[in-house]
């Protein structure tokens, strides 16, 4: 009898015990759905940007000398007629055309350059004859642009080549400043890098099932406008910018057809209105359509994309979605 009464008083001790488990210690209820949460999303992807053209274009030191004065911002455009640098104290005006100088010009010289110098200053509003050799008109002419540019030519019969900085044809948007003022500078050597003159930035690869609408390509925190069906940077500006943020040296003039490349993103100019819900939610996956189902309920989806664990998916327009979906939904059950 006593061995009895006391293995009852154990059974009893144990019953006991078990009931007074603390909630905290036992074991939890399965989850079995996921609430569904709208956000914003704008399908940002990453992508890579191709940057290719003809050989890159400069403005370069006309002599050799220290560099006293620069003005040289990448994103901005050098304006012809203007004095952008100076070598020596001696200002440089930024001159345009198919035939660079390679002479100091003095009354009865005739070329091809004296051609070239002609038509630069007739588009820069210089009543100048289209043809003839150098003369008192384009003397003049030459003398009272560099006036303008706040030049004073040190001999108002020359035109010294030394106060020519030669802008071939193209777009004039400055990409880099490889020296700055102070810095001792070789005859040639590049001090102002301009954007190429047959440049294009183009996605390398256009990304798979993107949502559909207007997009921008972010680079460098900047965005810019890209045409969603082939991948491309047309504006000038926005181009010239790009390539300007790309940081290459200038000095590392591109071969004609060159290619280049820099990571970007790819973005929605307007986000749309996404549910997020956990990626088990989903079954019947086909390419970007899927099924959900909330208890007796089933519904098709579209794929959006996900990030950190979380699956973006879109209803049907105008429907409500449903609170929250099935985390191991039946896969053989239909949805509409």
């Known amino acids: 009898m006593a061995l009895v009464l006391v293995c009852g008083g154990a059974v009893a001790g144990a019953l006991a015990t078990a009931s007074t488990v603390p909630e905290s210690l036992r074991p939890a209820n399965a989850v079995t759905q996921a609430i569904v949460s709208e956000r914003s999303f704008d399908d940002s992807r990453a992508v890579e940007l191709r940057i290719s053209g003809g050989a890159q274009r400069a403005l370069r030191a006309p002599i050799t000398g220290r560099v006293t004065a620069l003005a040289c911002t990448p994103g901005t455009e050098i304006a012809r007629g203007s004095a952008p640098f100076s070598i020596n104290g001696v200002p440089a005006l930024a001159l345009g055309g198919p035939q660079p100088p390679w002479r100091d010009l003095v009354a009865g010289d005739a070329g091809t350059d004296v051609s070239a110098l002609r038509a630069e200053l007739r588009s820069l509003g210089f009543t100048v004859p289209e043809q003839g050799r150098v003369d008192a008109r384009l003397l003049t002419a030459m003398n009272s642009l560099l006036t303008k540019a706040g030049v004073t030519p040190a001999d108002e019969s020359v035109i010294a080549q030394a106060n020519i900085a030669w802008i071939s044809p193209g777009p004039a948007g400055i990409t880099g400043c490889p020296l700055g003022t102070g810095e001792q500078v070789e005859e040639g050597r590049t001090l102002i890098a301009l954007a190429d003159n047959l440049s294009a930035v183009t996605l390398s690869t256009l990304p798979e099932n993107p949502v559909e609408g207007a997009r ?18 047309t504006d000038p500006e926005a181009q010239a910018a790009i390539i300007a943020g790309e940081r290459v040296s200038a000095e590392h003039s591109t071969e004609a057809g060159a290619t280049r490349t820099l990571g970007a993103r790819y973005i ?69």
């Open 216 to 233: 921008v390509v972010e680079v460098n925190g900047q965005r810019y406008p890209i045409d969603e069906d082939t991948g491309a940077v």
């Open 268 to 336: 929605l100019v307007e986000p749309v209105t996404a549910w997020v819900t956990a990626p088990s939610a989903l079954y019947n996956i086909e390419g970007a359509a899927a099924c959900v189902a909330a208890g007796r309920q089933t519904y098709r989806v579209s794929l959006l994309g996900s990030q950190l664990g979380q699956t973006f998916i879109r209803f049907a327009e105008g429907f409500t979605p449903p609170a929250a979906l099935d985390l191991n939904p039946n896969a053989a059950r239909a949805c509409a």
